[in-house]
């Protein structure tokens, strides 16, 4: 993962509810803006924020959602790093198959997500949670 | 560690003391290095700023330009070489704005008869070094935004939007389809259904001289997208190579219609859309 | 929690979704939606999402379900306003919408549900048609 140095306080928002998905939502986009992202990056990074945030919400009971500007010197981006301590994913490879095509509404949709981002990390096992960190470079 | 604090306290004296000696010499080396392209009072102006903050950075205990001291300097510095990047200078010129600093030390320390003054020099000569490097990286940065810029423009040049009639729009596409330029054309191409309220998109690659998966797959990725949006596409200009090349790729259009001419789809598309063409006959003298 | 607003327009039901939805809201639209088919027996629902700037597989799922829910109760669901860069988004997400009709605008998706409508009749009188001619 490209590094690139962490801007100011990060603004953290907790995920214990519906409302608080949209909130992330709503967080992320500002800092979109704020970033200067395009229009279509700006709705790429709030879509995946809210694919994962709602994955935090229901699969890893609850958790938070961190977001931060960074800079790698040559462009600024947003950064998102979505924690629980829930049951974390034993299967990784299952969770990234596509389950949104099929309409089953199976599947955590990882693999959607990723391909909305620039940068993708994920740290998970079986009983230990999971931590998610995405971000989004502007051009 | 370029400098040490005591050095850094003596270099913010020196610069001090001997003020306005130094910012005259520096000022004239820098003019005489640009050859009048800049005028003396804004050279001048520019070098009491540096000059200005090199003594702040100084008094604050800098030991070098990267510390947290050295925030006001660099930005100092940034703005000096952005303005000359922008003015169209050249990287050499705009790193001479800064060594000429070392120049203009260098007489005044030659007087002084101090047993620290060699070590001082090679310290503060350090720190500009360190300077003339910083100011060189943002000379660079610029100059390449400044060069993303100018590709953005002629992106925007290059991917017309064309109203063809009422609720058609066509794109014709020229010259090679990289990633970027796909990206654009998608987007505007997009942009234009929503503005025109237009239900069909002709896109023509007559213009395209080779198309590859990764075109196909920008194109089919567009078609897709308008169908999402309730507009419907056709391709145009498929010459006789690229369906040979398609048909090899195992490119899969599917039920995306396509056809030869621009002719053909607009044809297609009139028809599609309810609209009779009738040819007028002229009338005759009887 | 809020709810989306649904109007009646002749036979038609229409819904401008112009809020930032939470799931349980957009439940509720869902809920709301097929009870008010029913309730009207209209035959052409389109849904407005102009206003919104992501479509996520969430609300992407609810719009499917809605469609299908339609279809069973007779009525053409139609979905008007994607903006470009929802679309696009879409497509790289690898989120389909197979089975929804969409339109650019409400005038537009008024004239598919119109003509949806009148191909059905069609196909009706077509067989009745044929019936005649054949005993002519």
């Known amino acids: 993962m490209t590094a690139g140095v962490d801007l100011g306080v990060p603004a953290t928002q907790a995920?214990?509810?519906?409302?608080?998905?949209?909130?992330?939502?709503?967080?992320?986009?500002?800092?979109?803006?704020?970033?200067?992202?395009?229009?279509v990056d700006q709705t790429k990074l709030v879509t995946a924020a809210s694919e994962l945030a709602r994955n935090t919400l229901i699969y890893g009971g609850g958790g938070t959602a961190e977001v931060t500007t960074v800079d790698d010197g040559r462009r600024r981006g947003v950064r998102v790093v979505f924690a629980d301590d829930g049951p974390g994913i034993p299967d990784l490879d299952l969770a990234f198959t596509d389950g949104y095509t099929t309409g089953s509404g199976l599947g955590l949709g990882l693999s959607g997500a990723r391909r909305l981002v620039d940068d993708f990390d994920i740290r998970t096992a079986a009983g230990e949670g999971t931590r998610i960190t995405v971000t989004k470079w502007s051009r | 560690?370029?400098?040490?604090?005591?050095?850094?306290?003596?270099?913010?004296?020196?610069?001090?003391?001997?003020?306005?000696?130094?910012?005259?010499?520096?000022?004239?080396?820098?003019?005489?290095?640009?050859?009048?392209?800049?005028?003396?009072?804004?050279?001048?102006?520019?070098?009491?700023?540096?000059?200005?903050?090199?003594?702040?950075?100084?008094?604050?205990?800098?030991?070098?330009?990267?510390?947290e001291h050295g925030?006001?300097?660099?930005?100092?510095?940034?703005?000096?070489?952005?303005?000359?990047?922008?003015?169209?200078?050249?990287?050499?010129?705009?790193?001479?704005?800064?060594?000429?600093?070392?120049?203009?030390?260098?007489?005044?320390?030659?007087?002084?008869?101090?047993?620290?003054?060699?070590?001082?020099?090679?310290?503060?000569?350090?720190?500009?070094?360190?300077?003339?490097?910083?100011?060189?990286?943002?000379?660079?940065?610029?100059?390449?935004?400044?060069?993303?810029?100018?590709?953005?423009?002629?992106l925007e040049l290059s991917t017309p939007v064309v109203k063809l009639w009422e609720g058609v729009v066509a794109v014709p596409l020229v010259g090679t389809l990289d990633s970027a330029r796909a990206q654009v054309v998608m987007e505007r191409l997009l942009q234009a259904l929503v503005d025109t309220g237009s239900p069909y998109a002709i896109i023509d690659i007559t213009g395209v001289p080779?198309?590859?998966?990764?075109?196909?797959?920008?194109?089919?990725?567009?078609?897709?997208?308008?169908?999402?949006?309730?507009?419907?596409?056709?391709?145009?200009?498929?010459?006789?190579?690229?369906?040979?090349?398609?048909?090899?790729?195992?490119?899969?259009?599917?039920?995306i219609a396509t056809k030869a001419s621009l002719a053909d789809a607009l044809r297609h598309v009139l028809r599609l859309s309810g609209v009779e063409t009738a040819v007028r006959r002229p009338r005759r003298e009887s | 929690m809020e709810r989306v607003p649904i109007l009646k327009i002749g036979d038609i039901l229409l819904v401008s979704i112009q809020v930032d939805m939470s799931d349980q809201t957009a439940m509720q639209l869902q809920e709301d939606l097929a009870e008010r088919i029913v309730a009207t027996g209209c035959?052409?629902?389109?849904?407005?999402?102009?206003?919104?700037?992501?479509?996520?597989?969430?609300?992407?799922?609810?719009?499917?379900?809605?469609?299908?829910?339609?279809?069973?109760?007779?009525?053409?669901?139609?979905?008007?306003?994607?903006?470009?860069?929802?679309?696009?988004?879409?497509?790289?997400?690898?989120?389909?919408?197979?089975?929804i009709r969409t339109a650019l605008n409400v005038e537009r998706g008024m004239e598919l549900i119109a003509a949806a409508r009148a191909d059905e009749w069609d196909e009706a009188d077509g067989d009745e048609d044929a019936e005649t001619t054949a005993t002519a």
């Open chain 1, 15 to 39: 995920i214990r509810s519906d409302e608080d998905v949209v909130r992330v939502r709503q967080l992320v986009r500002t800092t979109a803006v704020a970033v200067r992202l395009s229009l």
């Open chain 3, 43 to 99: 035959h052409g629902v389109i849904i407005d999402i102009t206003a919104l700037d992501i479509v996520d597989s969430f609300v992407g799922r609810m719009l499917s379900t809605i469609a299908s829910i339609s279809k069973v109760l007779d009525a053409e669901t139609v979905v008007v306003g994607m903006r470009p860069a929802v679309a696009i988004t879409l497509v790289e997400l690898g989120l389909s919408l197979s089975g």
């Open chain 2, 210 to 255: 080779a198309v590859d998966t990764q075109v196909a797959q920008h194109i089919l990725k567009t078609v897709v997208a308008a169908r999402l949006m309730g507009a419907e596409c056709i391709i145009s200009g498929i010459r006789p190579q690229i369906a040979q090349t398609i048909v090899a790729l195992g490119i899969e259009f599917g039920d």
């Open chain 2, 1 to 67: 560690m370029a400098l040490s604090a005591e050095q850094s306290g003596r270099l913010a004296r020196l610069l001090t003391e001997q003020a306005d000696r130094l910012t005259e010499r520096w000022t004239e080396l820098v003019t005489a290095s640009l050859r009048g392209r800049l005028s003396r009072a804004e050279l001048a102006g520019q070098a009491r700023e540096l000059h200005r903050s090199i003594i702040d950075a100084g008094e604050n205990g800098l030991t070098e330009l990267a510390d």
């Open chain 2, 71 to 154: 925030g006001e300097l660099r930005a100092v510095l940034a703005e000096l070489s952005a303005g000359r990047a922008r003015q169209g200078f050249s990287a050499t010129e705009t790193a001479i704005s800064v060594y000429a600093l070392k120049d203009a030390l260098l007489e005044l320390m030659e007087e002084s008869q101090g047993t620290e003054t060699l070590r001082d020099f090679v310290a503060f000569s350090a720190l500009i070094d360190q300077m003339g490097l910083f100011t060189f990286e943002s000379y660079v940065r610029t100059r390449e935004s400044l060069i993303a810029d100018q590709a953005e423009q002629l």
